[in-house]
C-alpha cells in the first residue's frame, strides 16, 4: 500500500505562484505513475496533471496547461506541481493519487488519495 501526503498550499495573489509537493512513502518499490486534482467548494474533483514513473508522459488539463508544471524526484519519492500565474479560479484542495491506468483522467483511473492541501488565489 501507498500512502501519499501533500503540503505547499497556501494563500497568494492573483498571478503569483506556489509550488505543491507529495511525497509517498509505503510500497513505493514499484513504478506507478502519479497525478494531481482539486475540488473546489461545491465542486467535482477534477483532473488537473499526471506524470509516469519516469516522465516520459505528462499530461495536463486544459485549464492549466501552460501555467502549471508537474515533475518528480523517484530518488526522493517526491512529485511536484509548480503553479505559476495562478488565478482566483485556481482556488481549491488540491489531492495527490497514484495513477493505475496511463492516460486516465477520471478518479476511478487513481487510488491512495492524499488528504489534499488548500490553495487560496485572492483576486
Known amino acids: 500500500q501507498v500512502q501519499l501526503v501533500e503540503s505547499g498550499g497556501g494563500l497568494v495573489q492573483a498571478g503569483g505562484s506556489l509550488r505543491l509537493s507529495c511525497v509517498a512513502s509505503g510500497r513505493t518499490g514499484s513504478a506507478f505513475g502519479m497525478g494531481w486534482f482539486r475540488q473546489a467548494p461545491g465542486k467535482e474533483r477534477e483532473f488537473v496533471a499526471a506524470i509516469t514513473w519516469n516522465g516520459a508522459t505528462i499530461d495536463y488539463a486544459d485549464s492549466v496547461k501552460g501555467r502549471f508544471v508537474i515533475s518528480r524526484e523517484n530518488a526522493k519519492n517526491t512529485m511536484y506541481l509548480q503553479m505559476s500565474s495562478l488565478k482566483p479560479e485556481d482556488t481549491a484542495v488540491y489531492y495527490c493519487?497514484?495513477?493505475?491506468?496511463?492516460?486516465?483522467?477520471?478518479?476511478?483511473?487513481?487510488?491512495?488519495w492524499g488528504q489534499g492541501t488548500q490553495v487560496t488565489v485572492s483576486s
Open positions: 493519487a497514484r495513477q493505475l491506468i496511463v492516460g486516465g483522467r477520471s478518479r476511478g483511473h487513481f487510488d491512495s
